[in-house]
């Protein structure tokens, strides 16, 4: 058939081919993955969080525009950053490379700073009483608050030395 067409024809022919068979793999490999069953109830309950998370992300990050171009890429970015701080709490609910639970701690700390630049950069006030990703919900009691209170001190002393 090659014949027929010319050389410059069946070189664009084959040329595309190539492209397509190496645009396609991406998609190949990603369904495979995906379709492969988990080792493990530990990573099984990783990739059903992991894919709430994306899946939150990316239906947040779809911001209706406003008019404020600066709003708008806050807007867009806020949800983002928090689906990369909502991945790393779930690497370090299920991870066990040491490295990347130290990387997934400082994703959290530099994506949570970042947010609340963005925010103060557009005028939003920024909460300081929010609770770690990592914690979990306090007590509604007043020994509970004092605990953390004790905890807040504790932390802000040893850091100054």
Request: glycine share 4%; charged share 20%; hydrophobic share 45%.
């Amino acid at each position: 058939m090659m014949r027929f067409l010319g050389p410059t024809i069946a070189i664009m022919y084959i040329g595309a081919r190539v492209l397509f068979a190496f645009g396609a793999l991406p998609f190949v490999l990603a369904h495979e993955a995906h379709s492969q069953p988990p080792a493990s109830s530990d990573e099984a309950a990783f990739l059903k969080e992991n894919d709430a998370a994306m899946t939150k992300m990316m239906n947040d990050m779809a911001a209706k525009p406003s008019g404020d171009i600066d709003r708008d890429f806050v807007a867009m970015m806020t949800p983002h950053h928090q689906g990369a701080i909502d991945m790393a709490v779930i690497e370090l609910r299920y991870g066990k490379n040491e490295t990347l639970r130290r990387l997934a701690q400082e994703i959290i700390v530099d994506q949570m700073q970042e947010i609340d630049a963005m925010k103060l950069a557009i005028g939003e006030k920024v909460s300081t009483s929010a609770p770690a990703p990592t914690q979990q919900p306090a007590a509604a009691s007043p020994a509970a608050d004092h605990h953390h209170m004790d905890m807040k001190m504790d932390m802000s002393a040893g850091m100054k030395k």
